[in-house]
């Protein structure tokens, strides 16, 4: 059992990692940081926390505290300037080592971790990078554009205008419209600009991108190549379903041509805070550590 922290464990993307830390099977909880709540129990968090076989969890500690548990592997899951610990293996969920020299950025399906310092991707880079790059030498790069909803949990925990429900509910809402935080990221791995374009739609969790290329040949055996024996994403025939991989960990993604233009449509559907965020966490530092690369991953939803 290898030795676990969590600092930045109140908000969304660290309730999800703690969650899952909870139930892997090669993770032992040792420290859970959270400025916000230091000095209280796990149930200050989630009364769940306290039931459900967990036993007695640790209380929570601030982050400093959280990163000197001594141990040997590390979530970050908030923005921060904490320094990752000598010889531990550090998973940031933030952005805030994305573009650092000397951590790797790791989305395991199209680049795995190459070492201990790991930058998890952000969740629209992850959905429109799975989408385009194993079919970026076959796409005209002027012509991508990327059109991507998120359910409000993508806004984080901390209260924000454009978070309240008067502004969510019944509504769709376009921001960061031609400035947005995560297109860099898809331009660095696919080697050329998008024009991406992000919403907000009524929903807790999901998301989809939902990519219009012009290709020079069909793109879907590429995406057969690309994703062949991955238990993580699924290339299907038919629409991505979102309701479908709420609360899971996995990703789908599907071509269409359009029987007008003869452009390709590429949709990537994923849940923003498990691909997106805690499951692909999780997923990097199996990988990382030389652990199953799905352990204590979700990768099926409910049947309805």
């Known amino acids: 059992m290898l030795r676990t922290a969590i600092t930045g464990a109140s908000g969304f993307a660290g309730q999800e990692t703690l969650d899952r830390v909870l139930g892997h099977p090669g993770l032992e909880l040792v420290s859970v940081g959270s400025d916000s709540l230091a000095g209280q129990p796990a149930g200050a968090l989630d009364p769940r926390l306290e039931r459900n076989g967990h036993g ?24 921060s300037d904490l320094e990752a610990p000598e010889g531990t293996v550090v998973v940031d969920l933030s952005s805030s080592h994305r573009f650092a020299d000397d951590w790797c950025y790791a989305l395991p399906e199209l680049r795995p971790p190459t070492g201990r310092l790991i930058a998890n991707p952000g969740c629209y880079a992850t959905a429109a990078l799975l989408a385009l790059a194993p ?24 209260l924000k205008e454009r978070s309240h429900a008067a502004a969510v509910l019944e509504n769709v809402t376009p921001y960061a419209v031609g400035n947005h935080r995560h297109a860099p990221e898809i331009e660095r791995l696919l080697g050329f600009p998008v024009c991406f374009v992000p919403h907000v739609v009524p929903l807790r969790r999901g998301l989809v991108c939902t990519c219009y290329v012009s290709a020079s040949e069909d793109p879907r055996p590429l995406f057969e190549a690309a994703y062949t024996g991955s238990h993580v994403v699924d290339v299907i025939d038919s ?21 007008s233009t003869g452009r390709w449509i590429v949709i990537c559907a994923l849940d923003n805070l498990g691909k997106g965020a805690a499951g692909q966490a999780v997923q990097n530092a199996n990988l990382a550590l030389g652990l199953e690369e799905t352990a204590g991953l979700r990768l099926s939803g409910v049947l309805v």
Do not use: H, M, W, Y
Not at 135 to 158: F, L, N, Q, T, Y
Not at 239 to 259: H, K, M, N, S
């Open 56 to 79: 007695s969890l640790p209380a929570f500690v601030t982050n400093e505290e959280a990163l000197a548990a001594g141990a040997e592997l590390v979530f970050f899951c908030a923005e």
């Open 135 to 158: 079919i970026a030498e076959v796409v005209d790069p002027g012509s991508v554009v990327v059109d991507g909803k998120s359910g409000i949990s993508g806004a984080g925990r901390a």
């Open 239 to 259: 629409v991505p379903d979102l309701a479908r991989l709420q609360g899971t960990d996995a990703a789908e993604v599907a071509a269409f041509q359009d029987g």
